[in-house]
């Protein structure tokens, strides 16, 4: 069996959370594109902002997003300007330069604006919605979970919890932003407990890899991770590509189990990418499937 490696499916156990991989939390915001459809109606006019948002996700060319994209960004943020507390346009902010971040976004020092951006657009919007939660990044795990059960707006929370994942995986190297790990899974079991079909199963996509980063023996909980995955699958009907593929990526090779892994990708590489709101996200998991499945033999031989 071959040795599990720190930059694939171990971290260090030393300090008060794990280390994360920087393919890892990319792969959790994959799915991202899917959060601009939603929340974006006081955006110009409610049909021409769901028009351009879903002309983002249903596009099949990542290069024409990533030319086309910063002008809709840019006008989002100009609004936001205009308008701070609205909660619509905070999320809409959020999801939009979380999104471009994570496909797009090379450059560090950008990154790290960026999703310093989303996370604070997204906190906001939060904390606009529900009083009690405002800042909550400064607050322990402990003292979040309470209000958290009082919780029952799943939009602002899901978008919070995921444009914080991103924050944390610019910063995968600052112990600080990795111990706020918890709280997102935290808000992502509570976004299960409101709405588990929400965004097409994406909680579970999300908590299927961070629960399947680890082996049992470093705290990891790889089983969970792989119900996880299985019913975010299932939510999406099988559409969402992304999730088949971190299954493979995380679960699989985590157990070391090569039939399941070649299994889930050659379906993904065969499947039809073009499902209304996946199509971006299930084109990128398309070109990840076919470099996981062209380095299969290596990872897997004895």
């Known amino acids: 069996m071959k040795p599990l490696t720190p930059t694939e499916t171990t971290m260090p156990h030393t300090g ?18 899917l959060l601009l459809l939603a929340g974006c109606a006081s955006m110009i006019s409610g049909e021409m902002s769901k028009g ?3 002309a983002i996700v249903n596009q099949d060319d990542p290069q024409t997003v990533r030319d086309g994209a910063p002008a809709f960004l840019l006008l989002v ?14 999320m809409a902010g959020a999801r939009l330069n979380a999104a471009y971040a994570a496909m797009f976004v090379d450059d560090a020092t950008r990154a790290l604006r960026m ?3 989303a996370r604070g657009y997204a906190l906001h919007a939060l904390c606009e919605y529900a ?24 939009e602002p929370l899901f978008t919070a919890a995921s444009a914080w994942l991103l924050w944390i995986q610019q910063r995968s190297g600052d112990w600080a932003a990795v111990a706020d790990l918890p709280k997102v899974e935290a808000m992502l079991d509570r976004v299960l407990a409101i709405d588990e079909d929400y965004e097409q199963g994406q909680a579970h996509y ?14 990891g909980d790889p089983e969970r991770g792989r119900a996880h995955f299985e019913r975010a699958i299932e939510l999406s009907h099988g559409h969402n590509l992304a999730a088949k593929v ?12 090569q039939k399941l892994h070649d299994r889930l990708l050659n379906e993904v590489i065969a499947a039809d990418p073009h499902v209304p709101g996946l199509t971006l996200s299930n084109v990128l998991a398309q070109r990840e499937a076919r470099e996981l499945l062209a380095s299969s033999a290596d990872y897997f031989m004895e």
């Open 246 to 257: 971190a299954y493979a990526r995380y679960y699989a090779r985590l157990i070391y189990e």
């Open 115 to 117: 999703t310093d951006k």
């Open 77 to 90: 943020d100009g609004m936001i300007e205009g308008s701070p507390g609205d909660e619509d346009l905070l």
């Open 16 to 33: 008060p959370h794990p280390d994360l991989p920087i393919r890892a939390l990319r792969a959790l915001l994959l799915g991202l594109p």
């Open 52 to 54: 351009l948002s879903q």
């Open 206 to 219: 999300y908590l299927g890899i961070l629960r399947s980063l680890r082996p049992p023996s470093l705290g």
């Open 131 to 154: 009083p009690d939660t405002c800042g909550i990044a400064t607050r322990s795990h402990e003292a979040l979970l309470p209000q958290l059960e009082d919780l029952d707006e799943v």
